[in-house]
Structures are given as structure tokens and as C-alpha cells.
């Protein structure tokens, strides 16, 4: 790689270029008040319609993606995202509709918003669904807020806590915290099943709710979640289902017919919407009876000779309220409908009967390979979890190297250090999209680094060697934080452009 | 079976490797009783054409009315570039760069985002985006507290002339963290937020004061006077502004004596079409002292080990993956894609173009408004306005809008919805996507609708 390939678009940028034909003609000066105005240009970069385009498009080629490399980032759900989905969510009528136009002129997008709740509600299992939070975090946000609501309006106004496994994404306790709740931790059993003895001693009247994944984090089923259930709602409780892996049950068992309250589903994850570099997401949430009243606005409703229409605070004088400013991330929830729509009602349950069917089988032949699953007794779901807690002991090689190396070989890292109760551990989930050769090259390359790791140590350590860039020092980075460029606007321009190419 | 590649071979093959004789004993863990009965409800499955077919006539029932709708989400010219690049599998198929080694285009990306947005609102750093403008708005009510920690009141002062949906999410998502939210109360003639309106809290515990620049009705508010009166108190100021406004407004980072603490705004009109309201994202942007408290995922530059300059995520420390319930948030995703199109859009646009679609913008409006005052239509408002301006229909202003709909122009946003004193008031908009002839078809169905 030419060291020009780090240049930022500032340093290509030239006083005087510009991407003529993207700016409108000439008006008159404003009159707005002196005072008012801005003094100097913001100083955004000066450059050609070809230097932008160049410029992006060398940068995307640095980006591992699913487009280009199989990406087992186990709990993310990294499916391929059908092209269709993007397409059809871009249609001209879809991308003009003004978040406040009239029902008249709304009900082709409305009908199919209205649909999609329809088809999310019989998934899960649940009353009813609201497609208004922006991802998963906000999903949760909603959930347990609605919890808070509903023993609000009943004046039971001591429960306190909400229960969360050690296992638990990061994101549950944070929620519960954003939501005015102390969190509670239990811990994990040694099959990976909640502790069943702990959450009975956990509970009481000072319970507001449990926040579980299932399968759980550590990618197994939660085999006595009626029981679970039963204990919390016994105590007065309510139960969250945090839908981050329902890309493993889909069409098998529904949340709501395991006693949970309310679910948020991730569709950038199960019903494949892109990840986008990191967004935009979708929390749709589903509830039970209990929490009905309580659901966000706005969501879809039918309304007699009108036809379809957004619910308001009218409707739901008891909702949480709003958490956007408008209905929610239409854009990605229109993709989602396509998928689903796409796959039909036979083609969910083959969702989850593939993506498990992948994750046991690349288990059982890492397993052979020669590493260690962290719940070999178990079934894997649509995800499991290796441990290198014996290597990282015998020759040094931890999770980390593994993934770094793993880069090198073409292969998107699994999650690593995730769950945190695992030692040394490789979150892997392969979903149903990847066939058995990319498999079976991925255990390859697995089989090569722990080969590797007994001869070679070093030259994993320093791994990855075939990238844009090696390993980074990130505690400098931090210490040194530059999150901006600093040159000024017009030193910018007189950098030297770098010749691409 | 669409996208999955399984043969019949491959399905026996690995199963043999598992042990298993069906697909179905692999969930042999999940009980019995609480198998999904099938799922009626969803329709069989469709194959592309099928339901390009469908979506095609969707969208085409949602017309093309001309719009005159602003109220937070805005009609702007996207670049064909934007979206054609953003939609590259590479930048759309990726996640999160948790892996920086193999992510440097996002990363890269995510850090000029930073600088422009920076530069543009006139401040110090900037985060990686959040989901809206009104939620990030929420989140910089909580970062204030954060950063005012000297204020035992946790009392935040907001205008009444801010998005009236910001402050119902800002209700919504801080609810619950005991913080009191204080609505400032608007001129009715000028329509902005008068300095005189703060004289209460003149001598009280205020924690964090929130100015919108321009405000709901499109007025321009005397930003310096507002901000110097909490200055003069050391109140930390949230800035609420309108990216493409900055192209010619004062940036929040020199407003007052030394600028405001935190700005942030719905970031839509830098390359995100309209879209029903979304997908689109929040930026927020901060000064150096606050960054820690900042929420949402930062780019820092680095160092790799031969010393070859790149991009990590930085300041991981604050974020829920490592910190969990101490965490400045619960956020995780942002609005990656969203982003990735702003910062090809502003790089697209150059100072330049952004300017030019700023001055359209207040040319198209204040000519709107020109030619409806000939016909006896007046601003409710006397202030100076940007891109925006609330229109007095008369009192039967929704039959009125609801007919200029049917005749294909979309007049505005009824401010009565959320304020009973403007009933009858209609919020347009009128930006560099319109002609003179748009312009010609409101006044002629305005006139046709009376």
C-alpha cells in the first residue's frame, strides 16, 4: 500500500474545486442580521465530484464486509442482507414520503407498516407491536420503561430492581440504569443455564423484572425458562426478552408462549437489514396484555373507511411516549418487511434450522480441530463459544490473536472476550446464509493458526500482516485522543493533493 | 430456499459430522410444550419479481405530491454519488469496526464525519453519531448533568419554541432521572425566545439550558443574548441547530462570549432523503474538557506497531460493552450508514454547494412568502426566519391543507396540533428542490382550496 492511501479528504481537498454540479444557482444575498451570520467557511473539503468518488470508494475497498468476507461476529447476526431488501426500501415513493404527510397520501407505506407489525406479532408470539425504536438498545429502553409503567399505574411503586444475568449484553444493565433501576446480577450455572436457586433468592416485592436472552449469550437454550418465568411473575415481576439472538429460534418457539412481557427484536439481525458499518438498527418492540396500554407511539392502526393510520398519544394516553422524532427507522423497517415477505411463512423456521445446523456443525469440527468448546454437552443453538483458556496457558495463543490472525487468512473475527465469564473466548456464529465450503476453509484457517501457534508464535503475536495496517497501540490513542483534524481550514487547502493511484 | 445455499448432500454430510439424524434433533433441548404452532399468519413466500411488484405499487400510492413540509425532516437534493457509494456492500455489510486492522474505511470515514461536523457547528470533537435529533437531545440533557455536576437542582431550561416532539422524547427517555424540564414560554409576535423569559431563574439552581437555532417556527433567535445570560451563570448551553442553517448562521461554537458547551441536531438534511422519518441520525459535537461524558462511539487516530498512521475506536471506557451499568449510555449501534452518506454528501457539497443550497433555501421561502402576502397571506411571526415559516391560514386551515393535498401540494405542518394558540397556523417550507413554478402551484391551489 503507497502511504497516499491515508490521506484524508482534506489533504486531497484544492481551493477553488468543487462538485459544480451538485450546487444550486446562484441567490441573493440573505437578510439575515449581521450578527446572526457566520464569519468564516466551515472549511469542508474542497474537491471534484470524481476526488469524493475515488476517495470513498478506495476507502470502502479497506472494510472487511459480509459483500466480501464471511464475518462470524457471533451475537451481530452477520446474514447475507438480500440486495432486493435495499432496492425496493428506495423506491422513489418511499424515499419522498415526508414523515408528516397526510394519511391520504401515506397508505401504501402505512398498509405495509401495518403489515409487518401483523407478521413480527406472530413470530413472537405477542399482542402487539410498535416499530418505533431506532435499535436494540432503544428496544430495551422502551421494554423496560413499559415495565416501569405498568407497576407504576398500578401504584406499586417500591419494586427497584430488575435481574439481569452475568451473562447479559452490556447494553441490559445500562437500560435498566437508563430506565431508574438498580440492576441485580445473578450468575450463570456451569451448563450455562441461569442459576435457578440464585434468581429465587433474587426475587421479592423489591422486583420489577428480569432482562434475559434466550438462547442466551453463551449460545445455549435456557431450558427452564417456564420456570423462570413462573418464579418472577410469582414475585410480582415482568419479563424482558432481550431479541438479540432470535435468529436461533425462529418459527420453533415464540417469547411470548414462553411467559415473557415484552421483547425487542433486533431486525438488522434476524430479518437482515444492514449493519451499515454500525446502523442504523431497529428495536421493534412486541408486548403481552399487561403492557398493552403502555406501548410507544406511533405505531400503525386500522381505522374503519380511513384505512390505515398512525396511533398518537390520543389513542395510548398511557404510552411511554415518543422516542424519535418521527415514527422510527422506516427506512430499515421497509427492507425488513421484503425479507420477510421474501421468505414466507415456511421460509422462517428454515432460518433457524440452518443457522443451528451451521453453528453444531462448525462446532463439532473446531472441536475436532482441536479446540475447546466452552459448553461441549450442550447443543449449540445458532451460535457457540470456543475457549482458548488451554492454549493461552500451553503456547500463548489467546482469543485476541486468534482473531487478529484470522484476518489474515480472510476471515472476519468472532466476537472475542464476550461473554465475560468465559475465559479466553471466540463468540462464533456463522448463520444460515454460509454454505458448508465456507465452513469448512473457516476451520481450516483455525486448524492452520493453532498449528501456527505451536512452531510460531511470534509472527501471530504481531499478526495481522496483510492488512492496511498492523496491530495498534489504542492505549496511545486514548492518551493522545485526536478525534478531529486540526489543520486549519486553509492550511487544508493548500496541502498537497496525494496522487491516487 | 432463498439464501441459503445447503444441498441435500451437504445437509446429510453435516449432519453425519454432528451425530445427528435430522435437523430437527438439534433442538431437542427446547421443551416440548412450548413448540411455535405454525405460523399462519404470514403469507407464503414470495420471489423477488413478485414482490418488486408489490413495493412498486406501494410506493407509487404514496404519490409524488409537491411538498411544503419541513417541521424537522427536510427536502434536499442528494447527490447521485451519495447513496450509489454508501450502498457499496463494503461500507452497507459491515458492522461496528471492533476489528480496526480490518475496518480503516469506516474507521477513516467516521473521522473526517467527525472533523466536518465539528467544523461546521464550531466545536472542539465531535462522537461517531446517534439515532435522531430529538434523541440525541435527550442524551445531551443527561451529558449536561453530567458535566454540571457544581448544579444540585438537575433543572433544565427549554424553550417552548423547540421541535415539540424533541421535548416529548426528551420526556420520554429521561423520565426517569429525577431531572426537571422547565418550558420557556415565546414571544407571540416575533415568535422567538425572549432573554426576558429567563428573569425567574435569574437567581436559581439551573443546570443546563437548551437554545434552538433556528427555532420550531423557523425564527432566528438572538443566540448571543441567550447564551451570555448563562454564561454569566456558568450554565452549561445545548444547541439545537439545523446543519444546512450553518452554512450561513453563526455556529454555536462562537455564540455568546466563548460559545456553548454542547451542540447537537437531526443530521437528515446532509444526504438523507425524507424516507417517512427515517433512517436518519443525530450529531452531537462537543468542546475537548466534556469528551468523556460524551455518549456513542468516538474515532481517535492511532498508531499501528511499524508506526503507520490509522483510525480505532477510542475512549471505549465510557460505553456499556465495558463499563455496563455505569455506562454514559445504553447506546451501542448508531446510524453508520446514514453517516457514511452525510460525510460523502458534505464532501460532495464543499463549503461552496452547502452555502448555495442554504441561500436557496431562505430565497425560496422568503419568495413563497412574498407572493402569498399579495394574496393576503401573512407570516404569524414578525422574526427574521431561515428556510421556515408558519403561515396564518385562517381558521379552516385543515380543510384547506387537506385540499391542497388532494390537488397534489403538501402546504405545511399545522401548528395547532401542539399549540392551541396557533390553530389555524401552517408551517411550510420551501427549499432548493423547488422551481418558480412550485411555487406558482402552492399559491394557485391555496387559492383554489379557499
Known amino acids: 500500500m503507497s502511504t497516499t492511501d491515508a490521506h484524508l479528504i482534506f489533504e486531497r481537498s484544492r481551493a477553488g474545486r468543487s462538485a459544480v454540479a451538485q450546487a444550486p444557482r446562484d441567490h441573493a444575498a440573505t437578510r439575515i442580521p449581521a450578527n446572526l451570520q457566520r464569519k468564516s467557511a466551515p472549511g469542508l473539503p474542497a474537491a471534484s465530484e470524481l476526488d469524493v468518488v475515488r476517495h470513498y470508494t478506495r476507502l470502502s475497498q479497506k472494510n472487511f464486509s459480509i459483500d466480501t468476507e464471511f464475518y462470524p461476529l457471533g451475537s451481530c447476526t452477520m446474514k447475507y442482507n438480500p440486495r432486493a431488501c435495499n432496492s425496493l426500501a428506495m423506491l422513489p415513493g418511499f424515499l419522498n414520503r415526508h414523515p408528516h404527510a397526510p394519511a391520504s397520501h401515506s397508505q401504501g407505506f402505512l398498509h405495509t407498516m401495518f403489515e409487518l407489525q401483523e407478521m413480527l406479532k406472530e413470530v413472537t408470539g405477542m399482542k402487539a407491536v410498535s416499530l418505533a425504536p431506532m435499535a436494540g438498545a432503544q428496544g430495551e429502553f422502551t421494554g423496560v420503561a413499559m415495565i416501569r409503567a405498568y407497576h407504576d399505574a398500578r401504584g406499586d411503586t417500591e419494586r427497584r430492581e430488575i435481574i439481569v444475568p452475568d451473562a447479559a449484553h452490556g447494553t441490559n444493565p445500562a437500560t435498566a440504569i437508563m430506565c431508574g433501576y438498580e440492576v441485580r446480577e445473578i450468575p450463570t450455572d456451569a451448563s450455562g443455564d441461569v442459576n435457578i436457586e440464585a434468581l429465587k433468592e433474587a426475587v421479592g416485592p423489591q422486583t420489577a423484572g428480569i432482562m434475559l436472552t434466550n438462547p442466551s449469550t453463551v449460545g445455549v437454550f435456557e431450558r427452564r425458562i417456564s420456570e423462570i418465568a413462573k418464579i418472577v411473575h410469582d414475585a410480582g415481576g415482568l419479563l424482558y426478552y432481550d431479541g438479540a439472538n432470535l435468529n436461533a429460534i425462529l418459527g420453533k418457539v415464540r417469547p411470548g408462549d414462553m411467559g415473557f412481557d415484552v421483547i425487542h427484536m433486533n431486525l438488522h439481525k434476524t430479518f437482515s437489514t444492514p449493519h451499515g458499518g454500525g446502523g442504523p438498527g431497529s428495536g421493534a418492540v412486541g408486548v403481552g396484555e399487561r403492557l398493552l396500554p403502555h406501548l410507544p407511539v406511533p405505531h400503525v392502526i386500522e381505522d374503519g373507511a380511513e384505512g390505515y393510520r398512525f396511533a398518537t398519544e390520543a389513542d395510548y394516553p398511557e404510552t411511554i411516549g415518543r422516542l424519535a422524532a418521527f415514527a422510527g427507522n422506516a427506512g430499515v423497517l421497509l427492507r425488513a418487511y421484503v425479507y420477510m415477505r421474501m421468505l414466507g411463512r415456511e421460509g422462517m423456521q428454515r432460518v433457524s434450522e440452518f443457522a443451528t445446523l451451521n453453528a453444531n456443525y462448525l462446532a463439532r469440527e473446531l472441536e475436532r480441530a482441536g479446540f475447546d468448546l466452552a459448553y461441549p454437552e450442550r447443543r449449540a443453538t445458532h451460535e457457540f463459544i470456543v475457549t482458548l483458556k488451554k492454549q493461552a496457558k500451553s503456547t500463548g495463543l489467546t482469543a485476541g490473536d486468534v482473531a487478529k490472525r484470522l484476518l489474515d487468512h480472510g476471515y472476519h473475527a468472532p466476537t472475542t472476550y464476550f461473554p465475560l465469564l468465559v475465559p479466553e473466548c471466540l463468540l462464533v456464529e456463522p448463520t444460515e446464509t454460509e454454505s458448508k465450503e465456507t465452513l469448512d476453509g473457516f476451520v481450516a484457517a483455525m486448524a492452520a493458526i493453532l498449528e501456527e501457534a505451536g512452531r510460531d508464535i511470534d509472527t501471530i503475536k504481531a499478526a495481522p500482516h496483510h492488512l492496511p495496517n498492523r496491530r495498534f497501540n489504542e492505549v496511545a490513542a486514548a492518551k493522545a485522543l485526536n478525534v478531529v483534524f486540526e489543520a486549519p481550514a486553509e492550511a487544508d487547502t493548500l496541502a498537497r493533493t496525494g496522487t491516487s493511484g | ?450
Request: aromatic content about 8%.
Open chain 2, 1 to 450: 430456499m432463498p439464501f441459503i445455499p445447503h444441498t441435500e448432500e451437504d445437509i446429510r454430510a453435516m449432519l453425519d459430522r454432528i451425530g445427528a439424524e435430522s435437523v430437527e434433533d438439534l433442538f431437542d433441548e427446547i421443551p416440548a410444550d412450548l413448540r411455535s404452532p405454525p405460523l399462519t399468519g404470514i403469507p407464503e413466500g414470495e420471489n423477488e419479481m413478485g414482490i418488486t411488484r408489490l413495493m412498486q405499487e406501494r410506493a407509487a400510492k404514496d404519490g409524488m405530491a409537491s411538498n411544503f413540509i419541513g417541521a424537522g425532516a427536510y427536502e434536499h437534493h442528494i447527490p447521485a454519488a451519495v447513496w450509489q457509494i454508501a450502498t457499496r456492500g463494503e461500507f452497507y455489510s459491515a458492522y461496528t469496526p471492533y476489528q480496526a486492522e480490518a475496518s480503516q474505511g469506516t474507521l477513516q470515514l467516521i473521522y473526517e464525519y467527525q472533523t466536518m461536523i465539528s467544523r461546521l457547528t464550531g466545536m472542539e470533537v465531535s462522537n461517531a453519531s446517534l439515532y435522531d435529533g430529538a434523541s440525541a437531545l435527550a442524551e445531551a440533557v443527561l451529558m449536561a448533568v453530567r458535566v454540571n455536576r457544581r448544579s444540585k437542582s438537575k433543572r433544565v431550561l427549554l424553550p417552548g419554541a423547540l421541535h415539540p416532539d424533541y421535548r416529548k422524547v426528551v420526556r420520554t427517555l429521561i423520565g426517569n432521572q429525577g431531572i426537571e424540564l422547565v418550558e420557556l414560554p415565546f414571544d407571540e409576535t416575533t415568535g422567538q425566545t425572549p432573554v426576558d423569559a429567563l428573569a425567574p431563574y435569574a437567581d436559581e439552581d439551573v443546570t443546563a439550558m437548551v437554545i434552538s437555532q433556528p427555532n420550531f417556527f423557523g425564527i432566528l433567535e438572538d443566540v448571543d443574548a441567550l447564551t451570555g445570560w448563562a454564561e454569566e451563570r456558568g450554565i452549561p448551553v445545548i444547541a439545537v441547530v439545523n446543519p444546512v442553517s450553518l452554512a450561513l448562521l453563526k455556529p454555536p461554537g462562537e455564540w455568546g462570549t466563548n460559545g456553548v458547551d454542547i451542540v447537537v441536531g437531526e443530521g437528515q438534511p446532509l444526504g438523507a432523503p425524507l424516507s417517512s422519518g427515517g433512517p436518519y441520525f443525530g450529531f452531537m459535537t462537543t468542546l475537548k474538557k466534556h469528551i468523556r461524558q460524551m455518549p456513542g462511539r468516538i474515532v481517535g487516530r492511532a498508531e499501528d506497531a511499524d508506526g503507520k498512521p490509522g483510525f480505532v475506536l477510542t475512549l471505549q471506557a465510557r460505553e456499556q460493552h465495558i463499563r455496563r451499568s455505569k455506562a454514559t449510555s445504553n447506546i451501542c449501534t448508531n446510524q453508520g450508514l446514514v453517516v457514511t452518506a452525510a460525510t460523502i454528501h458534505m464532501s460532495l457539497l464543499g463549503d461552496e454547494g452547502l452555502t448555495r443550497v442554504a441561500e436557496a433555501c431562505y430565497a425560496n421561502t422568503h419568495a413563497l412568502v412574498e407572493k402569498l402576502a399579495a394574496k393576503g397571506i401573512k407570516p404569524r411571526f414578525t422574526g427574521e426566519y431561515f428556510h421556515e415559516v408558519a403561515l396564518d391560514f385562517g381558521g379552516d386551515a385543515a380543510n384547506r391543507v387537506q385540499t391542497m393535498a388532494d390537488a397534489g401540494v403538501l402546504a405545511g405542518f399545522e401548528l395547532g396540533r401542539d399549540y392551541a394558540q396557533l390553530d389555524g397556523c401552517v408551517l411550510a417550507c420551501a427549499t432548493e428542490t423547488k422551481t418558480e413554478s412550485d411555487l406558482e402551484q402552492y399559491v394557485t391551489t391555496w387559492e383554489q382550496a379557499a
